[in-house]
C-alpha cells in the first residue's frame, strides 16, 4: 500500500474537454460544493471513534456509531435534550431551544453597517487542564471548541461553512412555523416548542434527501446504475431479509465496501485551491488548516472565509470551482504532514496511504468477488463495461497503468502482478472511474456505482417519511398536517438541487444583501 500510494502521486494526463469552459484535471459536470456535499453525506452515514488505518484492527473504536443513516444526525446530534450545547436559547427569559447555535464572524477591519455576523458555526473557548493558553494575551481569544454536533464538521473552513448553511435553512424553518403557530398560556409554549423542533427538522431531512436523489447521486453515478436505482422501488443486491425485520431492527450496517472502499471516491475531486469568494482565494492547505483544532487564534472565521456559494454551485450563471476528475491521483494539499501526520513506520504521511492501509485491514470483498456476486445477481451491470465483465483485459489494463510511471512507487515486479490480480477496493474505484470511455473521471463507473447507490438509496428507501414516491411538496404536506391543523410549509418549492437549496435559505434567512455576499 505504501509503494501504491507512491505510485498515486504521478499526476494524471487527462484528456482535454470537449469545450474550453474547465481545465483538463477540472470536472464542468461536478462543481467542487458537490465534494464537500459528499464528505457531509459521509458524516451522516458513518462516524468511529477511531480511524482503522491508525487502530491498525477491527474493534470497538472503529465501530458505526450511526444507527439511522441520512438522518441528519451529524447536524442536529441528539436534539436539544441530548445534545444541548449545539443548540441557542430561544429567547432571553425563554430556556427552550430549538435553533441550531450559529456564531459571529470575525472582521480583520471594522465590521460594516451592512456586515451579516451570523454566518460561521458557534465557537468558544475552554480552560485546559493542562494550562496550555493558545490565545494572544490582550488581543485574542482562542476558541477551541466548535460546538457542533460531529466534530468532523469543523475539519475545513469549507465544512464548517456548509454546516452553518443547513443550520441557516433549519433555523429559517423555525421563524416560519413560529409566525403561523397559536398558542396560549405557558404549557402550551412549552411543548410548542418540541412540536416546532421536529417539524422542522423533519423538513429539512425531507429537504435533503430531495437533493441527494435528485442532484447529488444524478452527478456522480453512472447514469444507467442511476436510473436502475433512482425509481419509487429500485432492487437492491445487499439488503437483509425482509422477513427478519433486519432494517426495523437496526441490525443493517454500512459495508466497509463503501466506507472504506467506494465512497472515498471524494478524496479524489478536492482541488488543490478555492475561489472562496470575491474577496479571497485560498490553497487546500490553508483551507484545512482552519478550524478551530488547528488554528484557534483566528476563529471564528473572518470575512475571507465567507464561502459565496455561487463559487462551489451553479447559481446564477456564474462559474464554479470545479472540482477534480475522478481517478488515482490527490491533490498536494492532501499530503501535508501537519495535517496528516505519517502513523507508523512507513513514515508516509498524508491521506491517500491512511485510505488504501484502512481498505487492506477491513477485510472487504475483493474487487473480482464482488464483480462474480454481482454479475450472479445483476448480469446487465456488469456486461455493460468490458472492464468489469473481462478479467483479463482488467489485469492488463491495471498493469499498464502500475508500469507506466517507473520513477513513482518503486514497484517491483512481484507488487505490480498482486495489485494487478487483486487491487485495493479505493484505488480500483477510481482506476474504473478514470478508464471509462467518453467520461473518463467525470463521474463514477459501475462497480463503484452500484456499491454507492446501493448505501444511499438503500438509506433512502428505508425511509418511510421520503421513500414514498411523493413530491417533495406533497411530502412537506403530509409531515406538516403531523403537528399541525394546517400545512405550513406551502412557500417551500420543489428543492432538488443545492443551487435551489442556496436561493431558497438565501430568501427565508433574508441574506439577500448580506456582506460578504452570501450568493
Known amino acids: 500500500m505504501h509503494r501504491l500510494s507512491r505510485r498515486m502521486d504521478a499526476e494524471i494526463h487527462w484528456p482535454p474537454h470537449r469545450s474550453g469552459s474547465a481545465e483538463h484535471w477540472e470536472n464542468p459536470l461536478i462543481p467542487s460544493g458537490y465534494t464537500y456535499l459528499l464528505q457531509f453525506v459521509a458524516h451522516d ?13 477491527l474493534g470497538a473504536g472503529t465501530a458505526n456509531a450511526r ?5 441528519l444526525e451529524t447536524l442536529f446530534g441528539s436534539g436539544p435534550v441530548g445534545s444541548p450545547h449545539i443548540y441557542a436559547l430561544d429567547a432571553p427569559s425563554d ?7 450559529l456564531g459571529r464572524m470575525r472582521w480583520k477591519e471594522n465590521e460594516p453597517v451592512t456586515g451579516c455576523p451570523f454566518r460561521d458555526i458557534a465557537r468558544t473557548r475552554a480552560e485546559n487542564v493542562t494550562g496550555i493558553d493558545r490565545s494572544i494575551a490582550g488581543v485574542r481569544v482562542a476558541l477551541t471548541e466548535a460546538l457542533v454536533a460531529d466534530p468532523r464538521n469543523d475539519d475545513h473552513a469549507v465544512m464548517s461553512q456548509l454546516t452553518a448553511l443547513f443550520a441557516l435553512l433549519h433555523n429559517a424553518l423555525i421563524d416560519l412555523i413560529r409566525r403561523q403557530e397559536r398558542n396560549s398560556g405557558p404549557n402550551g409554549r412549552f411543548g410548542a416548542a418540541y412540536k416546532r423542533f421536529l417539524c422542522a427538522r423533519e423538513a429539512v431531512t425531507l429537504i435533503y434527501h430531495n437533493i441527494l436523489r435528485n442532484d447529488l447521486m444524478r452527478r456522480v453515478i453512472h447514469p444507467e446504475i442511476y436510473a436502475a436505482y433512482s425509481g419509487p422501488a429500485p432492487h437492491f ?7 427478519s425485520q433486519g ?16 465512497f472515498r471516491f471524494g478524496h479524489a475531486m478536492v482541488r488543490h485551491e478555492y475561489c472562496i469568494n470575491d474577496l479571497s482565494i485560498q490553497d487546500l492547505y490553508s483551507t484545512l488548516e482552519k478550524t478551530s483544532a488547528n488554528d484557534p487564534v483566528n476563529m471564528p472565521l473572518d470575512e475571507t472565509w465567507m464561502v459565496q456559494w455561487s463559487r462551489f454551485f451553479e447559481i446564477n450563471e456564474t462559474k464554479p470551482n470545479f472540482s477534480r476528475r475522478i481517478g488515482p491521483y490527490l491533490s498536494d494539499g492532501l499530503g501535508n504532514d501537519q495535517i496528516f501526520p505519517a502513523f507508523d513506520e512507513t513514515e508516509r504521511v498524508g491521506l491517500l496511504y491512511r485510505d488504501l492501509l484502512g481498505a487492506g485491514i477491513a477485510g472487504m470483498w475483493s474487487v473480482d468477488a464482488l464483480i462474480a456476486e454481482i454479475a450472479t445477481r445483476k448480469p446487465q451491470f456488469i456486461s455493460m463495461s468490458r472492464l468489469l465483465a473481462d478479467r483479463a483485459y482488467r489485469v492488463s489494463q491495471l498493469r499498464d497503468w502500475l508500469v507506466a510511471a517507473p520513477a513513482y512507487g518503486a514497484l517491483k515486479a512481484e507488487d505490480i502482478e498482486t495489485l494487478s490480480n487483486d487491487p485495493p477496493l479505493p484505488f480500483f474505484i477510481l482506476f474504473e472511474a478514470m478508464q471509462q470511455p467518453q467520461a473518463e473521471g467525470q463521474r463514477l463507473g459501475p462497480l463503484g456505482s452500484i456499491i454507492v447507490s446501493e448505501v444511499i438509496f438503500g438509506a433512502l428507501a428505508g425511509d418511510p417519511r421520503s421513500s414514498g414516491g411523493d413530491t417533495l411538496a406533497g411530502q412537506l404536506a403530509n409531515l406538516s398536517r403531523e403537528y399541525y391543523p394546517a400545512n405550513f410549509f406551502q412557500e417551500i418549492p420543489d428543492i432538488s438541487s ?3 437549496l442556496v436561493k431558497f435559505t438565501t430568501e427565508i434567512a433574508e441574506l439577500q444583501q448580506a456582506v460578504p455576499a452570501f450568493l
Do not use: C, Y
Not at 95 to 101: A, M, P, V
Not at 248 to 261: R, V
Open 45 to 57: 452515514l458513518v462516524h468511529s471513534a477511531i480511524p482503522l488505518s491508525v487502530s491498525g484492527g
Open 237 to 243: 443486491i445487499d439488503r437483509p431479509d425482509e422477513s
Open 247 to 262: 432494517l426495523a431492527n437496526g441490525d443493517w450496517e454500512i459495508p466497509f465496501e463503501f466506507s472504506h472502499g467506494a
Open 498 to 500: 443545492m443551487a435551489q
Open 95 to 101: 430556556d427552550r431551544r430549538t435553533k441550531l447555535r
Open 67 to 71: 444507527r439511522a443513516p441520512l438522518r
